[in-house]
């Protein structure tokens, strides 16, 4: 087994100024790129000719520095240079998997009245024909599944829009994919394709969906098709079932949609996934149901994590189908990943493809997840960051939905 664990050179992997310094652009929206230039004193007709030039720079070549900015004056790049920064978040250490898998442990900037940088992670997983790259909203987890080793991180803040992009930007340099960068020498485990990147799921640290701002706005960065230009259907948002947000999420986001299921009955899913106390299972699935541009073409992933003993029975996979019904679906097979001091073990394989077969035989297609990265806990469910503990005093607010609490 290999495993390349390592603190990676301030300078190579990028960082935000975490306590002082100068702000970065690297992540802003268009609005918040003109604000910046009113700040500096250009006047207002040049400002939206010179978000353009930046948005492009940013995200279109992904540049780090306002010299390279060819088309913009050199006075004003001075003036840039002197005022902001396009620095991403810091590179804690980059773990790469024996797979191939990358796992960055992040440390953002302090905000408030942290005493420490919070740490969040990041994972690239690469496949022949495309690339994916799962990222997270949140510095730990409101929420306390018991299979998710997230879930025992104690929510510390939501992401900002900036550092949700951030991961995107530093991900993309880290494996040379930005226009004529050069791709790091990985064995040939990189995407064949000309795009490294071809896929962003919101699976990572935390629920999408109680950042549902941020997390709104840093895709639209995302999705914009003049710079990083993601299509909205290669982005998948995961949530656990943060009920009255799935449809304005589709509303206002129109992503690809993900549901952690991982149980046919309330009494377990309480369990597995406790928000179900408050959202059953029969809310869930209308929500579902009613997902603004929901067709065969736009199904919804249904993941379903496979524990022993515990919700693999066959009576288990059809009554799996029938819940499903009427829904256009895709369900997600993941055999469980362990982490230390886990509760649970994954199925038996043979047990996982009598389930499967039951699901593929109802119609709906039903790939088992091949475990990627298990060996850097890179794996689905088994992200934790190493942040220290954050007093109460220390951690900011964080606004969830109306009705709701921690």
Known sequence: MVVVLKTVPEGEGG????????????????DELA?????????????RMRVGQLWSWIYARGVRSFEDMTDV?????????GAFSLERPEIVSEQISQDGTRKWLLRLPRRGHEAHAPEVETVYIPESDRGTLCISSQVGCTLTCTFCHTGTQKLVRNLTQA??????????????????????DDGGRLPESDRKITNIVLMGMGEPLYNFDNVRDAMAI???????????????????????????????????????????TDELRDVLVPINRKYPIKELLNACRNYPGLSNARRITFEYVMLKGVNDGLADARA?????????????????????????????????????????????????????????????GQLKSAS???RASERL?????AGETE
């Open 388 to 390: 220290l503990k954050l």
């Open 163 to 184: 550092e949700i992009v951030g991961q995107i930007l530093l991900a993309r340099d880290r494996i040379g994919d930005w226009p004529g960068a050069h791709s790091p």
């Open 35 to 47: 604000a910046a230039f009113a700040s500096i004193g250009v006047p207002e007709r040049q400002r």
């Open 222 to 264: 995302a999705a914009d098709s003049g710079g990083l230009a993601h299509s909205r259907r290669r982005i998948t948002l995961s949530t656990s079932g943060v009920v009255p947000e799935i449809g304005r999420w589709g509303e206002e986001a129109g992503t690809m949609l993900a549901i952690s299921l991982h149980a046919v």
């Open 73 to 81: 004056s050199k006075d004003l790049r001075a003036v840039l240079e």
């Open 320 to 380: 799996l189908v029938r819940l499903l019904a009427g829904i256009p679906a895709k369900i997600n097979l993941i055999p469980f990943n362990a982490w230390p001091g886990a509760d649970y073990e994954c199925s038996q394989w043979e047990q996982i493809e009598r389930f499967a077969e039951i699901v593929n035989k109802a119609g709906y297609a039903s790939p088992v997840r091949t475990p990627r990265g298990r060996d850097i806990l890179a794996a689905c």
């Open 397 to 401: 607010p964080v606004v969830l939905p």
């Open 15 to 30: 960082r935000f100024e975490a306590d002082a310094g100068l702000p970065s652009l690297a992540g802003a929206g268009r």
